[in-house]
C-alpha cells in the first residue's frame, strides 16, 4: 500500500515576493522587559563580584567546588553551604573569535571582534569553567592553555554583576 | 543563607535587569497559503471568503486549506464567499489598555459567526449598552486605497 | 512494551522563508504522511508532535497553535520540546505512546518557522544563555558552536579543512534531496574562505535558517503488518540531557549523545554499533557537530575521525554511510523538523526508496540523533527492517 514519496509541500518565498508587497506580512514587536531575581547563590556571587572576589561553593560529599556557585550539588543531589573564595586567575579551555553581534549584525570594519572563552578558574575543581571575555591580547595570540588574570573595574563603577570583571587578560 | 532559610522581606531579594533596552526582537508573520488568498480577495474585493469542506458540511472562516476535523485539503473549488455579513457570538467591553491602564474611551470587542467561524474583531457605529449576542452585524472595510492585506482592511463590523 | 514501526513518512521542502503558516507547513507534511500509507485522520489514536523554541514561529504555545494542522483536532496529543533535539526526542514519545499498548497509531509532526523571527532568528537565542551569569555578556548562539569546535579541533589536532570537508559531503548528498533549500555545490576552499563568522565557524561551516516541517506515522505491529509488507521497526530508543553548567563540562566530547547512544542500543541488542549500523545520520547543525556526534555514538573511535572521513568510510558507498540525505547542511535546518527529516530519511533508505539518494546493498540498520539546547541533549532512535 505504502509509495514513494513524491509530493513536497512548502512554498519558498523570494526577496523580491517580499519587497514588491506582494505577500502581505504583519509585524509586530514583543516590547516586553524582564528582571530576574538572583537566588539565594548567586545574590552572593555577585555581592561578591562587586568586592572583587569570585566565590564558589564546595559539596560536602563529592568535595567539587564549583562555579557558578549554587545551593545544591546536581550530581550528589544534596544541599550545598560551604562557601570559599577563589582565585581571579585561570587557563583558557576554549576561545572564540566573534565578528557577529547578538542580533547577527556584523562587526564594522575597524571594531573589535567578541573574543569569548571558557576560563578553567584557578582554586576551583578541575574543568570548572565560566564564560567570560578575553581583552588586551591580539586575537591571532589567543591559545588555549593560555593562563589569564581578571581585570575588574573600578570599584565604585561596579553594581554586582558578572561584568564587574571587564575582561581576563593573559599573564 | 542555606536552602531551608526564606527571603522573608521583598525587598531583601536582589533582582538582575539585563541592562540591554529592552530586547528589541520583531517578527515578521506571512499570512499563509490561505491567509494570501483570503487577505487578497478583502484587498480588491471587499469580499470575505470561506472554505468549506464537504465531508463534514463545515464552512471555515477565514479560509483554510485543509479541514481540522477530516485533514482534507480544501481547494480552489472549496472557496466560497460567505458575505459581509455575520452575527455577534460572544463580546466584551475593553476598559484597560494591554499595559493595564484605563482606556479613555471603552471599547467593544466581538466573536462575529460567519457561517461556521468566529473572526475576532472590533464593533463600531454602536453603543455599548445596544450590543447583545446574537445581533447581527456587518463588516465595515477600509476605503480601498487605504487597505494593505491584513485584518484592519476591515474597519470594524458594525450593527444593521 | 510492544514492537512499534514506522509505516508513513512526509515532509515539506525546507526552504528560507515560506508562505505557509507554520499550520499550514505541518498540515502538508502530515498529509503528504498519511496519504504515503493510505490512511485517513480517521485511523490515528494520537499525536505526538514538536516545534522548538516559540520565539521563532513568535507564537507563544506554539503547539497548541499547530494543533489542528498535525492531525491533532480533538485527539490525545503531546508535544516534546527539547530545542533541536526535538525532531528525535518526539519519535522517543510517540513510541511510548505505541510501545506502552495505548495506542495503536501514532502521528509524529515536527515543524519549524523561523523566517517569522526578525531581523534574524539567531538573536532569539540570547534568552537561552543563563539570565544572571551570561546574559549580560550579550552572547550569542555562534559563541558556544565557535567554543565547542574550536575545544574539538585542539584536542584531536583537527583543521577547518577537515571540519569543512563534512559540509562539502552532506551539501552534495543534499543536491540529491527533492526538499533540499539548496542547488549549489561547494568546495572546501568555499567553505573555508566564507566569511568568518565566530573563529573557527566560517559561514559554510553553518546550516541555514529554514521553514518546513516533517512527520511519520508509528503503529504497533498488528497495524503495522496490515499496512505494508514493509514495516520499518524502532528497535532503541535513547535520550538525555547533561548539566546546564555547559562551561563546566568539557565540551570535545558530547558525552549526553554517549549516554542516549548507549541507551538506546542496549534496547536494540546492539553490541557493536560501528560494525552493525549501516547507516548514520548524526545532528549537523555545524560541519564538526556532524564528527563530534559520530563519536558520541560510538560509530568512530574519538580522534580518528578525520581519518575516516579522509578514507571514504563515511561516503554514500563507504562502510557507514553519514547523512545520505544531506542533513541540515545539505537539506536545511527547521530545527525540529530537520531531526525528524532525518527519520523520514532512514524509513525511505531502509525500504530502498530514496531513489537517487539510495545507500547500496540493501542496509538493515540505521541511526538518526537529534541535538540541541545548552550543549545538552541528545536523542537517538535506532531503526531497522
Ligand atoms: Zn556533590
Ligand atoms: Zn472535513
Redesign the pocket.
Given at each position: 500500500m505504502s509509495e514513494v514519496v513524491k509530493v513536497f509541500g512548502g512554498t519558498a518565498l523570494s526577496e523580491k515576493d517580499i519587497s514588491s508587497g506582494k505577500i502581505f506580512l504583519t509585524k509586530d514587536s514583543l516590547d516586553c522587559a524582564y528582571a530576574w531575581d538572583t537566588g539565594v547563590a548567586i545574590n552572593r556571587y555577585l555581592a561578591e563580584l562587586k568586592k572583587g572576589n569570585i566565590i564558589a561553593t564546595r559539596c560536602r560529599k563529592c568535595k567539587r567546588i564549583v562555579l557558578p556557585p549554587r545551593l545544591f550539588c546536581e550530581l550528589c543531589f544534596i544541599p550545598v553551604n560551604d562557601w570559599v573564595y577563589v582565585h581571579d586567575s585561570g587557563v583558557i579551555n576554549t576561545f572564540s573569535i566573534c565578528h557577529v553581534h547578538w542580533d547577527a549584525s556584523r562587526v564594522k570594519a575597524g571594531e573589535d571582534p567578541h573574543l569569548p572563552a571558557v576560563i578553567e578558574i584557578d582554586g576551583a575543581s578541575p574543568g570548572m569553567g565560566i564564560m567570560h571575555l578575553l581583552g588586551e591580547v591580539k586575537p591571532a595570540k589567543i591559545k588555549i592553555g593560555m593562563k589569564v588574570k581578571a581585570v575588574w573595574r573600578p570599584e565604585a563603577e561596579r553594581t554586582g554583576s558578572i561584568t564587574d570583571i571587564k575582561y581576563f587578560k593573559p599573564i | 543563607m542555606g536552602i531551608l532559610q526564606r527571603i522573608t522581606r521583598n525587598i531583601d531579594n536582589r533582582y538582575w535587569d539585563p541592562g540591554l533596552i529592552g530586547f528589541p526582537v520583531k517578527n515578521s508573520y506571512t499570512a499563509g497559503v490561505a491567509g494570501q488568498r483570503f487577505f487578497e480577495e478583502i484587498k480588491e474585493n471587499g469580499r470575505i471568503f470561506g472554505s468549506k469542506?464537504?465531508?463534514?458540511d463545515?464552512t471555515y472562516v477565514p479560509a483554510r486549506i485543509y479541514?481540522?476535523?477530516?485533514?482534507?485539503g480544501l481547494e480552489e473549488k472549496d472557496w466560497v464567499d460567505v458575505g459581509d455579513e455575520g452575527t455577534v457570538y460572544a463580546y466584551t467591553e475593553v476598559h484597560q489598555t494591554k499595559s493595564g491602564e484605563a482606556k479613555e474611551k471603552p471599547s467593544l470587542i466581538a466573536a462575529v459567526k460567519i457561517a461556521d467561524g468566529l473572526l475576532i474583531h472590533r464593533l463600531g457605529d454602536c453603543l455599548p449598552e445596544a450590543v447583545h449576542i446574537g445581533m447581527p452585524v456587518k463588516a465595515e472595510f477600509k476605503p480601498k486605497n487605504e487597505r494593505q492585506g491584513g485584518i484592519e482592511d476591515i474597519k470594524y463590523f458594525k450593527p444593521f | 512494551m510492544r514492537k512499534v514501526a514506522i509505516v508513513g513518512a512526509g515532509m515539506t521542502k525546507f526552504v528560507r522563508r515560506a508562505l505557509e503558516t507554520p499550520k499550514e507547513l505541518s498540515f502538508q507534511a502530515t498529509k503528504t504522511t498519511l496519504d504515503s500509507c493510505g490512511l485517513t485522520l480517521d485511523d490515528v489514536d494520537c499525536v505526538a508532535h514538536g516545534t522548538a523554541p516559540d520565539a521563532f514561529d513568535g507564537l507563544h504555545q506554539n503547539g497548541e497553535y499547530m494543533v489542528d494542522g498535525c492531525g491533532g483536532w480533538n485527539k490525545p496529543t503531546m508535544r516534546v520540546y527539547v530545542g533541536g533535539g526535538t525532531g528525535i526526542h518526539a519519535i522517543a514519545h510517540g513510541w511510548h505512546h505505541v510501545a506502552s499498548g495505548l495506542f495503536d497509531t501514532c502521528l509524529v509532526v515536527c515543524e519549524e518557522k523561523m523566517s517569522s523571527a526578525m531581523p534574524h532568528a539567531q538573536a532569539f537565542f540570547l534568552t537561552i544563555f543563563d539570565s544572571i551569569t551570561e546574559r549580560a555578556l550579550e552572547p550569542n548562539l555562534l559563541w558556544i558552536f565557535a567554543l565547542e569546535m574550536n575545544r574539538y579541533m585542539e584536542r584531536y589536532g583537527y583543521s577547518k579543512e577537515d571540519m569543512a570537508l563534512v559540509a562539502v559531503n552532506n551539501k552534495l548528498n543534499g543536491l540529491k534531496h527533492p526538499a533540499s533549500q539548496f542547488t549549489d555545490q561547494v568546495t572546501v576552499e568555499d567553505v573555508v574562505n566564507s566569511e568568518m563568522m565566530a573563529y573557527p565557524v566560517s559561514r559554510l561551516d553553518v546550516s541555514p535558517v529554514s521553514d518546513g516541517a516533517a512527520a511519520v506515522l508509528l503503529a504497533s505491529e498488528r497495524v503495522a503488518r496490515r499496512l505494508t509488507d514493509k514495516p520499518v521497526w524502532i528497535e532503541g530508543v535513547g535520550w538525555s540531557l547533561d548539566t546546564a553548567y555547559w562551561a563546566t563540562r568539557d565540551l570535545y566530547y558530547p558525552r549526553y549523545t554517549d549516554t542516549a547512544a548507549r541507551m538506546a542500543y542496549e534496547m536494540a541488542g546492539i553490541r557493536e554499533p560501528a560494525k552493525q549500523i549501516n547507516i548514520a545520520e548524526p545532528y549537523d547543525p555545524f560541519d564538526y557537530k556532524a564528527l563530534h556526534h559520530m563519536e558520541g555514538l560510538q560509530l568512530s573511535p574519538r580522534g580518528k575521525t578525520v581519518e575516516l572521513l579522509r578514507d571514504g568510510h563515511f561516503d554514500r558507498d563507504g562502510n557507514l554511510p553519514m547523512c545520505p540525505s544531506g542533513g541540515l547542511l545539505g537539506v536545511g535546518n527547521p530545527i525540529a523538523a530537520a531531526g525528524t527529516m532525518k527519520v523520514c530519511e532512514l524509513f525511505w533508505q531502509l525500504r530502498g526508496e530514496a531513489d537517487e539518494r539510495q545507500v547500496p546493498g540493501n542496509p538493515q540498520l540505521g541511526v538518526a540523533q537529534s541535538w540541541g539546547d545548552l550543549m545538552q541533549v541528545s536523542s537517538v532512535v535506532v531503526v531497522g527492517i
Open positions: - | 469542506c464537504a465531508g463534514c463545515l479541514c481540522e476535523r477530516c485533514l482534507s | -
